[in-house]
């Protein structure tokens, strides 16, 4: 797989290319299903003009800016964003920092902006209902001009629709936040996933028999507190082990401040500290609990267990 270039800015993009660019712009936050109709058309767009397909995203969410009491939580962590544009073979990818400046250029100087950063650009394209420029007066109309007295084309891509509502960031974090990570899994078009290096805890687990990895959270999307059923392998690793996880402040045993990501491999386990993993998390099995002490938590843990190597051993994962 082509590692994509990455630019921390727009600033900063210099594909060493004179190849015309096809841009796909947006949030992009968790790369969903209705994100890669987006994308895929631009890396369409590309391969028949041998040109390079990019994407343009932004970060921080600017309700950082606008609202920073009450921004919205990114879905993925910036690994995990990168890693899912990496999968979809784009050529490179600019992340511009979502800043007071940038928040103030006009709406009808924003192509212009564009073409002066990127002189080979050869076309746009966004969701339907996406919007741009100081206020976010631009839509897909205005864009569409703009595009068009700058002589490049712009594609607007239609919502996709799963189950008779929009796929959206919101429904997605709503699904992470409630418990229902198959439903986002869904909705996403891949396992959500979180990225984390295995640190030295106080050995808990292997004091009641069930060993664990524990990678810190770093994620600003919190995810229901609960055990899932999870795979772990290496970041770069194409060996997933089947695992059951809890993912809270453990309130049990010396409750924590921030949350923590404990996974137990079902079977040999290959990892030690210091090995940087990727999680998959793929069915919630209970919420966390505070059980009455130690003996009732392993009990249950035992019954996690259980439900865990039941899930991997069905039909769908066998």
Known sequence: MKTPQRFKSLDSCETGSDSP???????????????????????????????????????????HLFR?????????????????LEKMRIDFVVQEPFTPEFAAIEAIDFVD?????????????????????????????LLSKLAERAG?????????????????STRIRHSLLEGRTE????????????????????RMGRTIGVPTLNTPFTGELRPKYGVYAVTVS??????????VANFGVRPTINSLEEPLLESHVLGECPFTYGDRLRVEWKRFLRPETKFAGVDALKMQI????????????SSDHG
């Open 234 to 243: 290496r970041e770069r690793g194409n060996e997933q082990l089947p695992a």
């Open 302 to 313: 035992q019954k996690d267990i259980s439900e865990a190597e039941a899930y991997f051993q």
């Open 113 to 141: 902006m564009l073409k002066s950063k990127l002189p080979r650009l050869a076309s746009i394209h966004t969701g339907d209902n996406w919007k741009f420029g100081k206020g976010r007066i631009g839509d897909t109309q």
């Open 152 to 168: 490049i084309k712009y594609e607007s891509l239609d919502c996709l629709y799963v189950g008779g509502e929009r796929v959206s």
């Open 68 to 84: 920073p009491d009450n921004a919205v939580p990114m879905i993925l962590e910036r690994e995990a964003k990168f890693a899912e």
């Open 21 to 63: 660019i096809h841009l796909a712009i947006g949030m992009f936050d968790g790369v969903h299903t209705g994100h890669r109709v987006v994308i895929e058309s631009a890396i369409r767009a590309a391969a028949r003009s041998r040109g390079l397909s990019g994407t343009l995203t932004f970060w921080p969410h600017p309700s």
């Open 183 to 202: 439903e986002a899994n869904r909705l996403l078009g891949y396992d959500y996933e979180s990225f984390g290096e295995v640190t030295e805890g106080k």
